[in-house]
């Protein structure tokens, strides 16, 4: 990937440090809030939509090991074709894909959302315009409300 994107390989590990970190951190909120826990998480993002699939197989029962996992994986969501795997790697596709799974969750949004963008759109210019009095203003208005009459207040104008 370094070589890839032309990135520091020191960069691209500290990044998928990070990214892993986010994702358990996504994985062990998700179970604090009462969701089933998924095993595997395929992020999307393409046609201006987001899309999240969460997977729930058990990936521990060892029927499949990682290579063939990878293999399956790059087979369904990059749409590598068929004839470009080794007769190993199509035997286990196949085999997989025969497999009864358990039904992923899948989140999709559009990346932008014109609503959701216009709202935040609104709280920036009102954070924007909104000017922040200082404690030292905040106590001459209180020592002018409680100690100026108010008529001489509002002659003062």
Do not use: C
Not at 57 to 66: N, P, Q, R, Y
Not at 109 to 121: R, S
Not at 125 to 153: C, G, N, R, W, Y
Request: charged share 35%; glycine share 4%.
């Amino acid at each position: 990937m370094p070589v890839r994107f032309g990135i520091d390989e020191n960069q691209y590990i500290n990044l998928a440090d990070n990214l892993y970190a986010e994702i358990k951190k996504l994985r062990n909120l998700s179970i604090e809030n009462g969701e089933k826990p998924w095993s595997n998480i395929t992020i999307i993002i393409e046609k201006q939509r987001y899309r999240v699939i969460y997977g729930y197989e058990d990936l521990t029962l060892g029927e499949f090991d990682g290579n063939t996992m990878k293999a399956v994986w790059a087979y369904k969501n990059l749409e590598e074709p068929y004839a470009s795997f080794n007769r190993e790697e199509r035997i286990m596709i196949d085999k997989y894909e025969k497999k009864t799974k358990p039904e992923p969750n899948i989140f999709e949004m559009p990346l932008y959302n014109k609503e959701i963008n216009k709202k935040l759109y609104k709280v920036k210019s009102l954070e924007d315009s909104l000017e922040f009095v200082t404690e030292a203003k905040i106590e001459e208005m209180e020592f002018i409300k409680t100690h100026i009459p108010k008529s001489q207040i509002l002659s003062s104008k």
